[in-house]
């Protein structure tokens, strides 16, 4: 291979490396567990920074996002049927995994005569309304 030819190459070969790295953000994973929660109920987990990101809980509370980019986020658990401590996370991503965010879910009181609906999860398409025994 000439001399012209070889240095083509490299300067190709270095503007192409360039660009790859001009693009690459580091992503990593986020996981954590939503405790408390009552038989096959299932968690919405909204992750909100440079990009936005939702997972649902597993059976058992566990959850997982498999790339989340670098930047500055806000957890937050949403189920209409449940409090959460703490209500909500924020949190650095660097490229490196991040594990145990956590949270406690406990029961909401539901007052007699209120429905159970909630717009933004889709929880309980069909409203349930809760009567206080009285006819």
């Known amino acids: 291979m000439s001399r012209r030819r070889r240095l083509?190459?490299?300067v190709l070969a270095a503007m192409l490396s360039s660009l790859l790295t001009a693009n690459?953000?580091?992503?990593?994973?986020?996981?954590?567990?939503?405790l408390g929660l009552e038989g096959n109920d299932h968690v919405v987990i909204k992750v909100v920074g440079p990009q936005t990101y939702r997972a649902t809980t597993r059976t058992g509370g566990a959850w997982i996002l498999?790339?989340?980019?670098e930047g500055d986020y806000t957890i937050t658990p949403i189920h209409s049927r449940y409090t959460f401590a703490p209500?909500?996370?924020t949190l650095s991503v660097s490229g490196k995994p991040v594990a145990d965010l956590d949270f406690q879910a406990s029961p909401r009181a539901v007052q007699p005569g209120s429905t159970r609906f909630d717009r933004e999860t889709g929880d309980?398409?069909?409203?349930?309304?809760?009567?206080?025994g009285h006819r």
């Open 8 to 10: 083509e190459h490299m």
């Open 24 to 34: 690459s953000t580091s992503a990593a994973p986020l996981s954590g567990r939503v």
């Open 66 to 69: 498999t790339e989340v980019a």
């Open 87 to 89: 209500e909500q996370r």
């Open 124 to 132: 309980s398409p069909h409203p349930i309304l809760i009567n206080s």
